[in-house]
């Protein structure tokens, strides 16, 4: 349990901090104010919030070095299937939950619960798998912690 808990929660939460304000302020004003879809405005949301998402989860979360095309095929990975998990549970749980609200209402919760549910995936996947340390580099962090 000490090797999931550590000083990365912090500043991924920081980083997410910054990805969500930029992220949900594209995906709330394509969808209610460009009448765009459910997917196509969350997906936005993930496709620009997670170029940020990238950059200061590499250097600031998870300080990593690897320089390659497969750590970023692994991050965009990791973002598709937590955003395609995250909102695919989150629209029929929240349709479910607000029945006897209007569709604006029921989607609007849907993309917020959508929103909570991906954080918690996106952060096992990216220091799992996507930023994933060597060996090495984990006898590293132990001395320089």
Do not use: H
Request: hydrophobic content about 50%; overall charge positive.
């Amino acid at each position: 349990m000490k090797k999931l808990i550590d000083n990365t929660i912090p500043k991924f939460l920081l980083t997410g901090v910054v990805n969500t304000l930029v992220g949900a302020l594209v995906m709330f004003l394509l969808y209610n104010l460009a009448g765009c879809s459910y997917w196509l405005s969350s997906a936005a949301n993930y496709l620009v919030g997670g170029t940020v998402s990238f950059f200061l989860n590499k250097y600031f979360t998870f300080r990593n070095t690897e320089r390659s095309w497969a750590q970023v095929l692994r991050f965009a990975l990791t973002v598709a299937l937590c955003w395609l998990i995250a909102y695919g549970i989150a629209k029929p749980l929240t349709l479910r939950l607000l029945a006897g609200a209007g569709e604006k209402w029921q989607t609007n919760a849907a993309m917020v619960v959508g929103m909570g549910l991906y954080t918690v995936l996106n952060y096992l996947g990216q220091r799992f798998f996507a930023f994933r340390k060597k060996k090495s580099e984990d006898t590293d962090d132990l001395v320089a912690d």
